[in-house]
């Protein structure tokens, strides 16, 4: 059974609502490269977690999900899409769930306006909510226009950095992962007028789920095939990306030198044997207890929303995410 549907969320309804952020926007002709590509993207696929989160948060609420909740759903899935275009030429991937990458199809200059309209043209549907009862939809266009940069941009900054902390890296999945999941299910808590304390909570919840999510992620890279993936296995490292396994490993002072040795002109021969021996090393399993962390940590926050009906569907994203392959 998909999330989704384990969610008893119509799914339909969320995509019609994204779709119409393009469609009524009468400044994009829906034939144009931009308007094209916008669809395309949209309707390539993905799980739309993010939307389904904000649906979620909003069942919290002492109102009924309505307009608004899907309004933000929209808006966080464009939100999520754009930060992938970016992600991609700044990671200079040829694929995206198997498919080719936007950039490599409109050039990387195209590619970059398509992802800044898309965060404008969010800032834009959320600016029509400006009364002081709905400052917290603001809370998505600052991920929009300052977190997700800054995130990407440490991802860019620290591009075969070895010498990056634990802190560092937390810092950047924060911005570039959790934040985004977090403020989902709290600004659709507050669409349906949660209390602040709950809609904290549930904050505090996705940004748990969030951190373990970009771990796994991490984790994936080693794990999976590029089938499974989308691309190809590895591809972190081969751009520079110490992710946490690699942070791990880079503790092992017989490992550290061959793989302080990776660099942007490293064969990918090289690349699979660096991969292979962090692969046989605890690298993984210690992350992987790091993640587990994090999904304690949601789990926890769940049994305090246990007086909430929803809290059946904490537990559904909870157990989703800890099954998570891909």
């Given amino acids: 059974m998909k999330l989704h549907e384990s969610l008893n ?11 119409n952020l393009v469609a009524r926007d009468k400044d ?23 939307p389904l989160m904000v649906i979620v948060g909003s069942r919290f609420g002492r109102k009924d999900t309505g307009r608004r909740a899907l309004q933000l759903a929209a808006a966080a899935e464009f939100i999520h899409v754009a930060s992938l275009i970016h992600d991609d030429i700044i990671d200079d991937s040829e694929l995206r769930r198997g ?33 002081d009862k709905n400052k917290y939809v603001h809370d998505l266009s600052s991920v ?12 860019m900054e ?10 560092q890296y937390l810092e950047k999945s924060l911005n570039k992962t959790a934040l985004l999941m ?21 904050y505090t919840f996705g940004e748990a789920l969030g951190m373990s999510f970009q771990i796994q992620d991490d984790l994936l890279d080693f794990t999976q095939s590029e089938a499974v993936l989308g691309k190809p296995a590895g591809s972190d490292l081969r751009h520079g990306q110490v992710t946490l396994p690699v942070l791990y490993a880079l503790q092992d002072p017989k490992l550290s030198p061959v793989i302080r040795a990776i660099g942007p002109d490293s064969s ?14 605890d690298a993984l399993a210690r992350a992987e207890q790091f993640s587990q962390n994090y999904l304690d940590k949601a789990g926890a926050i769940v049994q ?23």
């Fill in 28 to 50: 994009v002709p829906k034939k144009s490269q931009l308007g094209q590509s916008v669809l395309e993207l949209i309707n390539s696929g993905g799980k739309r977690l993010r």
């Fill in 9 to 19: 969320i119509d799914i339909n309804e969320i995509n019609r609502e994204i779709v």
């Fill in 158 to 167: 620290h591009a075969f950095d070895y010498e990056i902390t634990m802190d």
């Fill in 182 to 202: 977090a403020t989902c299910l709290r600004v659709g808590a507050l669409s349906t007028e949660s209390s602040e304390e709950v809609a904290n909570l549930l």
């Fill in 99 to 131: 498919k080719p990458a936007l950039h490599t199809k409109t050039g990387t200059l195209s590619a970059v306006h398509i992802g800044n309209y898309m965060s404008a043209r969010v800032i834009e549907l959320l600016s029509k909510y400006t009364g």
């Fill in 268 to 281: 990918d021969a090289e690349v699979a044997y660096v991969l292979a021996l962090i692969k046989k090393s």
């Fill in 144 to 155: 929009a226009t300052a977190q997700l940069c800054l995130g990407e941009y440490q991802q």
């Fill in 304 to 326: 305090q929303l246990s007086s909430y009906p929803a809290h059946a569907d904490l537990d559904t994203l909870l157990q989703y995410f800890a099954d998570r392959d891909r």
